[in-house]
């Protein structure tokens, strides 16, 4: 049987490739996953799932735990499950989750091809959005199909979920659990190149916003450059950084990784005239924390850094700064390898592909937090070999996304169990 | 005589503030210079001079030497030249020029009161261009306006001209001169405190993009953040800036000054998205060097910094810079202090304030360097005390607009002579 659904995955290639290619060709980035959802609930509905719509009402949700603070406010912004229930259940159920959303493409001239007419060169389809994770969309639907090709049907609540909002919040997976989606296991696809995720750090989004002492530049001497004030401050919270990287300070699931708390000034924005002393700068940063950690303390301690670089610099005694935090307040979370979760999910990957799984250490966050830390789910992330997420010439490995989709078939079969079709 | 032509600044002192008020309170920033021209205008003709309003022809001006790369179009962006011309000439020539852009306001919330709605204040009047320089142009019209008052008119043709562009190429006043304007002396009204300008620095504008190779930050060890990169080359552009400050590098003119070449990092934009490494940082730079260089040699001096920095940090070496040239190429200069312009126009400060002149080697250009480079136009720059120019609450001393407007009043009289009025 496990040798029949592997196959069906196998005849089904050509549909998978198809598959992420019609969803890399719909640009779903923030704020406009609305013509990608519509996709998914078709082929959702194509597969007589039932379907769940629904958008993220931010005054009830905000009352959860894993709340991250609203970077925007959009129609059409919604959340699609498609909800599988056996005829006789006898397994366990299961969540398989993946993210609609794709990051902003960068500077479009860097890319080899439009980031959103993907094309498939040297076994890799590439695109934004490829690895990131529309590739781990595809493979759980594929996966899911399977059953039915060789006339089976999963024994166990399966919900298929395609959400808004993982790459800045998180919000899209927290709604599902307020509207109370929980299984026994969940699956996040994430393009984590054939591993299993063993903890991920927690992410924590700010937009640090420095005045200075403006004049012209004639007078530079006495006045504050603010985005020079800002770089200042950027360089010691890096300080702050390299303290936490210390490898004393570590969980033991990051013992062995390079530097995974990262802090990344993502986006700066300041001045208006070249030759005037910029009046104000913004810089939107992304701050990297070990599981374990507050948000609150995280924040605390960012404070306390830049106050001190100020009390410590005469120079930038001028310097206001005003922190806003929008996006990301996450947790870091570290998943239980030795549930049977995690164990029958490494059985099947060696099912497959003859060895035993790598375990990874997330220097990134995602939605399998919510599940782990609110959900009462556990969760993990396992999907495919990527390059280049979040930057240019993004592109997925095709006979990745074919082996994990073959895996998350097997793993269906063992965790949900299954039944023969009636006629 | 001089002594009628001080009261009756003295007595117009009302009007002169009026003046200042009004052109303050009409925002002026560039491609926005039309209202405050056509104010402009309605004063040139009021006093019966004659009205020159003329655009610039980027085709045509480009062939002169000092024109600058342009960084935009507008429409209705024209310069006003009032001319007077005696009816019987024995003076001297005279241009008193001064410029109608003003540099953007900054973020308007550190201001104490709107930018464009001035105050006044402990005998300061504040608002965006009030020092800068709308208060100089005031004060040479108030300073036109004696003469009639007291039944005399100047015996030189003396050209008023209120400017574009001077904050950003220069092109405005350039294109009087292509236009025909020149005469034996320019004054120019910057608000340079009641000194008299000896020499200016070079200033040249430049846009520095960089190109970094981007990746989720998770990977950030692996690419290269673009913004980041960009402030590496930025912090050995300066080194460089400190070189160019030596004393052993410096005109004498320049020899007690406070580092008067500065680089600014005036603008700054880059990157799209917190959690990603930015594909690209644009930073507007602007450069000031020594009179007796070249443009073209701080071009050079400047490309040569930036390769030599990538060469030097191979942690750069995924760096792709494009330098993009728009605004000043502006050379500096050297105003002759022995010529009898500057003795006549010495002597009248002290005749008002009885004190010897002090002299000013500005760190900043002003539209002097086209009168005196390329106009055969003796210049310099003479004007009130202001304060926070380009900052936040710019202000000018109204009793130093007065003084100098005495000062050019007694000029004008020197210099053009006169004539007494037939009734």
């Given at each position: ?6 196959q ?13 290619l ?9 704020g ?9 609930e ?14 993220i ?5 905000k009352?959860y ?9 959009w ?8 909800i ?16 609609i ?8 001239r ?15 389809l590439?695109g ?8 781990g ?17 999963p024994?166990?609540?399966i ?42 750090v ?6 640090m ?30 300080s702050?950084?390299?303290?936490w990287?210390?490898k004393?300070?570590?969980?033991a ?6 530097d ?11 001045g ?12 939107n ?15 605390k ?12 610099n ?28 995690v164990?029958t ?37 396992y999907g495919?070999?990527?390059r ?12 990745s ?15 949900c ?7």
């Open positions: 049987m496990i040798h029949d659904l592997i069906a995955i196998e005849d089904q290639k050509d549909s998978l490739v198809k598959l992420i019609d969803l890399v060709s719909i640009n779903s980035l923030l406009n996953e609305d013509h990608a959802q519509n996709f998914i078709e082929q959702f509905r194509s597969r007589s799932l039932a379907i769940d719509r629904f958008g009402n931010h005054d009830e949700l009352k735990p894993g709340y991250s603070p609203s970077i925007g406010d129609e059409n912004h919604e959340n699609i499950v498609g599988f229930k056996p005829e006789k259940p006898k397994g366990r159920s299961l969540i398989l989750n993946g993210h959303d794709v990051v902003p493409v960068g500077d479009e860097l890319w080899t091809n439009p980031p959103f007419e993907p094309t498939i060169k040297d076994g890799h590439y934004r959005g490829s690895g990131d994770m529309k590739a969309i595809a493979a759980f639907i594929v996966a899911f199909d399977s059953f039915k090709k060789i006339g089976l049907e024994a166990a609540d919900f298929l979920q395609s959400v808004v909002e993982e790459e800045c919040t998180g919000n899209g997976a927290l709604a599902c659990l307020q509207r109370g989606y929980k299984a026994q296991a969940a699956i996040i696809p994430e393009p984590f190149n054939e591993t299993i995720m063993s903890a991920q927690g992410v924590l989004w700010l937009n916003e420095v005045f200075g002492k403006p004049s012209h530049v004639l007078n530079a001497n006495h006045g504050t450059n603010a985005i020079e004030g800002a770089f200042v401050l950027w360089q010691h919270l890096k702050l950084c390299e303290d990287n210390n004393k300070n570590r969980p699931a990051f013992s062995n990784s390079e995974p708390i990262k802090f990344n000034l993502g986006i700066i924005e300041g208006e005239w070249a030759s005037s002393l910029a009046t104000r700068c913004q810089m940063l992304r701050i990297g924390f070990f599981p374990g950690i507050h948000t609150e303390d995280v924040i301690s960012i404070e306390k850094n830049i106050t001190q670089t100020i009390q410590n005469p120079e930038l005694s001028d310097l206001k700064v005003n922190l806003l935090y929008g996006g990301f307040q996450s947790q870091g979370c570290l998943v239980d390898l030795e549930s049977d979760f164990k999910l490494s059985k099947c990957h060696t099912s497959i592909t003859n060895a035993e799984p790598d375990f990874f250490a997330s220097a990134a966050t995602t939605d399998a937090r919510t599940f782990n830390l609110y959900g009462d789910t556990p969760a993990t992330c495919p070999k990527a280049n997420i979040h930057g240019i010439d993004e592109c997925v490995s095709i006979n996304v074919i082996k994990i989709s073959q895996v998350i078939a097997v793993f269906i079969a063992e965790w169990l299954f039944n023969r079709l009636s006629k």
